[in-house]
């Protein structure tokens, strides 16, 4: 591999330092990061997706709105360049392209069926419990468009989102817990060594990494001590595993 920055990977803008806060985008800097692969990050704005990804021929992720969403990326070291969007296509291409260290340690599959089961028993807990309180770290053209448009994929207005009470406040968050209790108990049944959780004792696995990234975007952009609430659940997993991810979260 050249030392020259060949790959551009497309990000989300957001105020706080580093910038990086997507669930999805995360996904794909880990595995650039884990693989050593040199880049170059292009801060786009929520607003501008659509048009930044369109003009360099990235492929839309829906038919549906958002029809264009990061992460995408570019890799100018072949020719004609690729041009790939979404987190899962972009992880098989880094795979093969990059094959060490590999990703999808235990097989593609199992990897592929740990994180159905991280969405299931934990992403799929947290949207309304993090969309109302994310528009805090985007700056406020960023903002506005974030709320004025995720009624187009969650059905319902961020302002109805929020908890009505007390009571539907403790059931989103037991969920949540029950969630995570499942999920804990799925990775004591897999040989993964000290210190991942979806991995070996060599490294981590993509599932891992999907884990990580919602944990960030929960932390940075969630409500109010809510992060606090988590990292010390199931023996102080989460906050271990935030801590061994540390290592794969530069920003370039
Ligand atoms: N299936 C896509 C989903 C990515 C996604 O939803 N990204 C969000 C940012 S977190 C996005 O770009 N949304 C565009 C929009 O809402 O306009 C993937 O896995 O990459």
Redesign the pocket.
Known sequence: MSGQQLIKLFD?RSTCTPQTW???TWRARFVLNYKKVPYTTEWVA?PD?GEVLSAVGAPP?SQSY?KY???AIIDASVDPPVVLS???IIADYLEKTYPKPSIYPHGREAQIRWSDAIMENVIRRMPFMVIPTTPKILPERDAEYFVG?RKM?FGVDVKDMVARSPEEEAERWQALEEGLSKLSALTDEIEHGERWLFGTVQGPGYADFVLAAMFIWFRLAGPEGGWERIEDLNGGKWKRHLAHVQEYQEIL
């Open positions: 989300l997507s669930p999805f929520f997706i992720t958002p969403s990061v992460p979404d987190s899962a448009t994929l």
